[in-house]
């Protein structure tokens, strides 16, 4: 049986002002997935984690970006496909996007690569869709290109991969679930033009200190005046993380997509762990079961390991 097998990893998106446009791919957590093409027609999902996710392709974010993908190039045998997500759904750090990603990358390289990334992007978002509510590509994105990406227009797929210096990215993931479809019904319709400013100069900074590896400029940057103050009341603990964290010399950091996970970044190991220990501190306190990790940029995105 032809089959292939890929490691999907987590992506931390918006990087604080950079709702729906900003992401990257992070080393770790990541997903295992394998796809295998079969004679039975239709697409068959095993799971081998403890998530209970669904197993109809139909309600499967995986299984619906896999048929996006075989309706394109009418593919009419089977597949089966056999999942072990360790991205935990409902965290933040694109467990959706990593399932429908990973599966359309699996089956490109199982068939004879007939698609570009973009078109890759476009077929997995149709599996985003159905985990979130909304077609958006910043976890997605950053997970099949790799690395840092901004997605200027997410209606063209006008995707940037952008350089970025070396950096610690520390991730604790309370162990609550916070779904996205909900995280995007509260957020205001519209926003008061001074807000919008201090945006949108954040993303160009945060974009700039990036490119020309501007610590000092990432962590100004690093702002968000709109979506933060809505979201961060869903999250517990989420003042005194950040504020911890920042004593402790994270450049900074903010709520990782749409929570609960709230990222945090550094220049150093050292730091690191001890944004790691506020981190960890803060949520024992309060009695909150939480995992961290201390993890980099991961500029391959998705590999394939069989
Ligand atoms: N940009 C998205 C959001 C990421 O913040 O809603 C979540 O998948």
Not at 78 to 86: A, E, M, S
Not at 155 to 172: C, G, K, N
Not at 227 to 244: A, C, H, N, T, Y
């Amino acid at each position: 049986m032809k089959s292939v097998t890929v490691k999907s990893p987590a992506t931390v998106s918006n990087l604080c002002c950079g709702f729906d446009i900003l992401g990257m791919a992070v080393c770790e957590p990541f997903d295992i997935m394998q796809l295998s093409l079969t004679d039975q027609p239709g697409i068959m999902i095993d799971h081998t984690d403890k998530y209970r996710l669904p197993v109809n392709a139909d309600e499967n974010i995986a299984g619906v970006a896999l048929k996006a993908f075989l309706s394109a190039i009418d593919y009419k045998e089977g597949c089966q496909l056999v999942i072990n997500k360790q991205i935990k759904p409902g965290s933040g750090v694109g467990s959706s996007a990593a399932s429908a990603a990973g599966i359309v990358v699996a089956a490109n390289e199982l068939l004879g690569k007939p698609f570009s990334k973009k078109q890759l992007v476009s077929f997995a978002m149709e599996g985003e869709v159905i985990a979130s509510g909304s077609r958006h590509a910043d976890n997605i994105a950053p997970c099949i290109y790799g690395g840092l990406v901004l997605i200027r227009d997410t209606a063209s797929l006008d995707i940037i991969q952008l350089d970025a210096p070396e950096l610690f990215v520390t991730i604790v993931h309370p162990q609550i679930e916070i779904k996205t479809s909900y995280a995007r019904s509260i957020l205001p319709k519209e926003i008061p033009l001074k807000s919008a400013v201090i945006q949108w100069a954040n993303v160009a900074g945060l974009v700039t200190g990036f490119l020309q590896k501007d610590y000092g400029l990432i962590g100004r940057s690093l702002e968000d005046v709109i979506i933060e103050p809505v979201r961060s009341k869903l999250i517990p603990g989420f003042d005194e993380v950040k504020q911890k964290c920042l004593a402790a010399g994270a450049l900074g950091g903010g709520i990782s997509g749409s929570g609960p996970s709230l990222f945090m970044l550094s220049t150093s190991a050292m730091v690191a762990t001890e944004i790691e220990n506020c981190m960890k501190a803060v949520y024992e306190k309060l009695g909150i079961e939480h995992k961290t990790y201390i993890t980099g940029i991961n500029n391959e995105g998705i590999k394939i390991i069989s």
